[in-house]
């Protein structure tokens, strides 16, 4: 492998940054309605938080440990600190612009985001009486000196400081903490016409004589932090689950990382916050105006349904229907992928708590790394064990920022009679796999469900991700020989279909683009087509320069992270990167070979996957690797999944070599086409069956969008 260098890979956390500025980008895109715009701009700055959580504060970590880090691109983690702060400052100064912006057309619909002192008087007696009886009783205001100490904040904590003086004594600093409990949009004086709010920090400054009537108030301003949320895990702990209970308690105590402060906060509170914190200058933001963007969110819920994305109904798949709703009988009769959100996640819960209901199913054997509260799939196993099935949840304790659910539910889990492992020591397991094992005629068939989204009810109608069903007894098999690696650390011998990382999923993928090199150096066509969420692995990349230069054709869809440097001539001029961006997050991975052929194809071998290409999941998760063998979910993924998402010019940026991303826009004469829309509106071609005669066609061949398009010389030639 060639050995890295800033010229041939960007930066992971840089490119980070580019991709929350395309979330940005969504919330001032005047196409995009005007509630969604709010909630981009509450995802970026949600999205900001998390990195500073996570990403942030472990090159911190780096830099205090004198370490140099793994960066592709060759950076210092002082040198990537220095360039994230540059980036990350002008993100948050988009972000309050995109606000303002917002906030004015806002209230031209009569959605009032009001300064206290512009209130009227009736409203500012209604707001008087509210925070007396809503506000004042939840607050612990303190005066802060040696017998008040400076107290506890945990990440993400928002308040007001205040210089406070009294005649008889020294000047001293006071402190409000908003409870968690209180919205940061108060609503007043609303009607059927207009909604008016005040924010919380705005009526606590306004009311900060009326809560400390002894002082005269000198000073006030807004501070908000992060918390470090990264957790160690101590491999060697004797209990793996009581380790993880401890871990998530120190995390709430977590350094912090980030000290955000409204504009102008006078140098004296400034200071008071800085040592109060313990932090030093490089945590510090004090460019905006508006703290806490990621709140936003509340006002997504107050307007008309017009200022939000038409409503949606996901399908339920017809050949399901067409077996009177039995799943396995469907399954057994032909594979089916699912294409989630645009059917439905019901038919994932189905086939679980069907198979605990049928008393010819004796075991279930599932992973579970995120699921949802309430989770319908963990009342499934449930009810399986509680039913006498032999059942297996292998429960991941390291799923970040869902520790805590995890562990009620494998608590859960364990009551009820359910084999629980809680994954590997070193290897955290990603990979989205049910196993049914079913008595049939004197034998046992086994039926699977694999994908390449979480087990979460909520991210499934907002997430695209596929989900493969399959009889197959191959796969079954594999799939067995997985579940007894995650359980019994015995290495499965003889896979036959499936590829498993960390075991050989990347010398797979890497077996496979050398195939398609051969390809092109015997002068047969030669082309990749792969859908992903980040591609960062360097040897990955490295080979994928590789079958550039021997003239294999690459089309690549990441939505998130990309360190291949696209487009440079003599090293990746045949590869081309692209992002989506709309109303669906872009999850599933997809990865598709021509085979000796041009793609889309029948000759071509089609796989999806549990993982991004990534060191972590090729080298320290548990991943999968499927191949995709029905000639009509093969037709599905390849023809619709793939094609749409590569002709789509309506959410698309496209990568440049100098790691910029330009914005996709039909060429003159060209129709617009959105992938999201087309799914919406076109039904499934696997799980349609006999449906399929009667209703739309499921081709992009018969869809609006030219001949001319669809087998665009881009990218397919």
């Known amino acids: 492998m060639k050995p890295n260098n800033p010229s041939r890979l960007f930066n992971r956390e840089l490119s980070w940054l580019f991709f929350n500025t395309r979330v940005l980008e969504e919330a001032e895109n005047s196409n995009v309605p005007l509630l969604e715009r709010v909630r981009f701009l509450s995802i970026s700055a949600s999205n900001l938080d998390e990195f500073y959580m996570v990403r942030v504060a472990g090159l911190r970590e780096q830099q205090r440990a004198g370490l140099q880090g793994e960066d592709p691109s060759d950076l210092s983690p002082a040198e990537q600190l220095i360039k994230i702060n540059r980036r990350a400052g002008k993100i948050v100064t988009r972000q309050n612009r995109c606000w303002r912006k917002l906030n004015r057309e806002l209230a031209e619909l009569k959605i009032n985001v009001l300064k ?32 008040h100490p400076f107290p506890f904040l945990p990440n993400l904590g928002f308040g007001i400081a205040l210089g406070l003086e009294k005649n008889d004594r020294d000047p001293l600093f006071g402190l409000i903490t908003v409870p968690l409990n209180v919205p940061r949009f108060i609503e007043i004086e609303s009607n059927g016409k207009e909604r008016n709010f005040v924010l919380i920090e705005d009526v606590l400054q306004t009311f900060a004589p009326t ?33 993880f209970e401890t871990l998530l308690k120190e995390r709430r105590r977590g350094r ?57 109904s996901a399908r339920f798949p017809e050949r399901i229907r067409e077996f009177d709703g039995d799943c396995l009988a469907a399954i057994a009769a032909k594979d089916i992928v699912v294409h989630h ?24 054997k599932q992973t579970l790394y995120r699921t949802s509260d309430d989770s319908p799939i963990v009342h499934a196993l449930i009810d399986a064990a509680e039913a006498g099935k032999n059942v297996t949840a292998l429960v991941e304790l390291k799923a970040r920022f869902d520790e805590a659910s995890n562990l009620r539910w494998a608590r859960d889990l364990e009551r009820a009679g359910v084999q629980v492992v809680y994954g590997f020591i070193g290897y955290k397991t990603h990979a989205k796999v049910s196993l049914v094992i079913r008595r049939e005629n004197g034998r046992l068939q086994t039926y699977t469900h694999l994908g390449t989204g979480n087990y979460h009810v909520q991210n499934a109608k ?12 191959i796969i079954g098999d594999d799939v067995g020989k ?54 960062v692995d360097p040897i990955v990349i490295e080979k994928l320069y590789d079958a550039s230069q021997a003239g294999v054709k690459i089309d690549l869809v990441v939505r998130g992270i990309c360190c291949l440097r696209p487009g440079v001539k003599g090293m990746s001029e045949n590869i081309r990167v692209k992002s989506i961006v709309g109303r669906f997050l872009e999850h599933s991975r997809i990865v598709c070979f021509g085979n000796g052929a041009d793609l889309p194809s029948d000759q071509a071998l089609v796989f999806i996957s549990s993982a991004d290409w990534m060191p972590r999941n090729l080298n320290r998760r548990i991943e999968t690797l499927v191949p995709v063998e029905s000639p009509t979910v093969h037709n599905q993924i390849l023809d619709q999944i793939m094609m749409a998402n590569l002709l789509d010019n309506t959410n698309s940026w496209e990568l440049q070599a100098t790691g910029r ?9 060209t129709p617009r086409f959105s992938a999201h829309e087309y799914f919406m509106e076109n039904p499934s071609l696997s799980g349609r069956g006999a449906a399929l005669a009667d209703s739309a066609p499921a081709h992009l061949e018969d869809s609006d969008v030219p001949d001319s398009q669809i087998f665009h010389p881009k990218l397919v030639s």
């Not at 907002?462 to 007894?473: N, Q």
């Not at 999923?505 to 969420?533: C, F, Q, S, Y």
């Not at 991303?661 to 004469?669: F, I, T």
Request: charged fraction near 25%; include cysteine; charge should be negative.
């Open 256 to 312: 912090v990382i980030r000290l955000e402060i409204n504009r102008k906060m006078e140098p004296a509170l400034r200071e008071f916050l800085i040592n109060s914190f313990d932090c030093g200058d490089e945590t510090l933001s004090d460019s905006t105006d508006m703290l806490g963007l990621c709140d936003m969110s509340e006002l997504v819920k107050v307007g008309a349904k017009d200022l939000l994305f038409p409503s949606f």
């Open 462 to 473: 907002v997430y695209t991700d596929l989900a493969l069903f399959t009889a197959d007894p």
């Open 211 to 243: 809560i400390y009537p002894d002082f005269e108030v000198t000073s006030s301003g807004v501070f908000r932090i992060t918390r470090n949320s990264g957790i160690a895990v101590d491999e060697r702990a004797e209990d793996l689950v009581r380790h």
């Open 116 to 147: 206290v002192d512009a209130l009227s008087e009736t409203q500012n007696e209604t707001l008087r009486t509210l925070f007396d009886v809503d506000i004042l009783p939840l607050l612990t205001p303190l005066a802060v000196d040696p017998a």
């Open 661 to 669: 991303y330009v914005r996709v826009a039909p060429d003159e004469g």
């Open 341 to 364: 959100p645009y059917e439905e996640f019901d038919v994932v819960i189905q086939f679980l708590q069907q198979a605990a209901c049928d008393p010819n199913v004796v075991a279930i």
């Open 482 to 535: 997985l579940f007894n690696f995650m359980t019994s650390y015995n290495e499965p011998k003889d896979l036959q279909k499936l590829s498993i990382a960390p075991l050989c999923l990347r010398e797979d993928l890497l077996d496979h683009i050398d195939r398609e090199i051969l390809h092109a150096r015997v002068g047969r066509p030669a082309t990749i087509w792969a859908k992903m969420n980040a591609l």
